[in-house]
């Protein structure tokens, strides 16, 4: 029976110490690697869309941990599907017209999860129908 192994990673110091022959560890050079850029989502959803029209959003998803993102939305209409890499489709149909208002998109890699702020949709009927 394999049990699951547990591993608590931190930043990692690299020192040149044991590579200089004769160079106190003190001078060795030090190379720390980069922190990676906070977690951030942003959207250019519509305020409002027509019944009958399909539209496709691609979120965009940076820092954190970019191997690992995955994406969900909350609160989301039926007609509103998303995948895990960020792509939100719209597809109204005649009966869907109103209000959707407490959509929430978020965004988790593994370590942190960020949240939009709270998203409301119109869906209007087209003109002369």
């Not at 959207?43 to 690992?68: C, R, T, Y």
Request: cysteine-free; hydrophobic content about 45%.
């Amino acid at each position: 029976m394999r049990r699951p192994i547990s591993l608590r990673l931190r930043p990692v110091v690299f020192a040149a110490a044991g590579f200089l022959a004769g160079a106190a560890a003190d001078a060795a050079p030090r190379v720390t690697l980069p922190r990676a850029e906070p977690l951030y989502i942003d959207h250019a959803m519509p305020d409002q869309v027509l019944a009958g029209e399909w539209h496709s959003i691609l979120f965009l998803i940076k820092g954190g941990n970019p191997s690992g993102y995955l994406f969900s939305v909350e609160n989301a209409p039926g007609f509103m599907t998303w995948s895990e890499d960020g792509w939100v489709t719209l597809t109204p149909a005649a009966g869907d017209e109103g209000e959707y208002s407490g959509i929430r998109f978020s965004v988790w890699d593994g370590h942190t999860l960020v949240e939009s702020e709270p998203y409301s949709l119109r869906v209007a009927r087209p003109e002369g129908e």
